[in-house]
């Protein structure tokens, strides 16, 4: 009945915040798209293009998320990651989320 589809938004609506929230800890400011099951965190501060970003996180984290230049040109700059999924993988994502953002900051400051 509808007390179903009140809980899985719920749900989604707590998968969100928790995607969100985490991104932005991370360093990531992040759009929220309404009513979508993906959030766009914002990569610009990375130096790396939406491609660049998509392709080396997808090597060196085995975590894919979709450039936003796929969505037209304004879409560059960020990425596309989709909250349709539990909770366990959302946090184990944003884990190597961090742990992406933190090595390329090291090779960043080795590269001067």
Do not use: H
């Amino acid at each position: 009945g509808d007390g179903d589809i009140e809980k899985m938004r719920d749900e989604y609506d707590g998968r969100r915040r928790y995607l969100v929230e985490g991104l932005r800890r991370i360093g990531l400011p992040c759009f929220e798209p309404k009513g979508a099951f993906y959030v766009f965190p914002d990569i610009r501060g990375t130096g790396l293009s939406s491609d660049d970003f998509c392709e080396r996180f997808l090597m060196e984290e085995k975590v894919a998320v979709i450039s936003g230049s796929a969505f037209g040109a304004g879409g560059e700059g960020f990425v596309r990651c989709c909250y349709a999924t539990s909770m366990k993988d959302i946090a184990e994502a944003l884990t190597r989320m961090d742990n992406f953002l933190t090595n390329l900051r090291k090779k960043q400051a080795r590269e001067g």
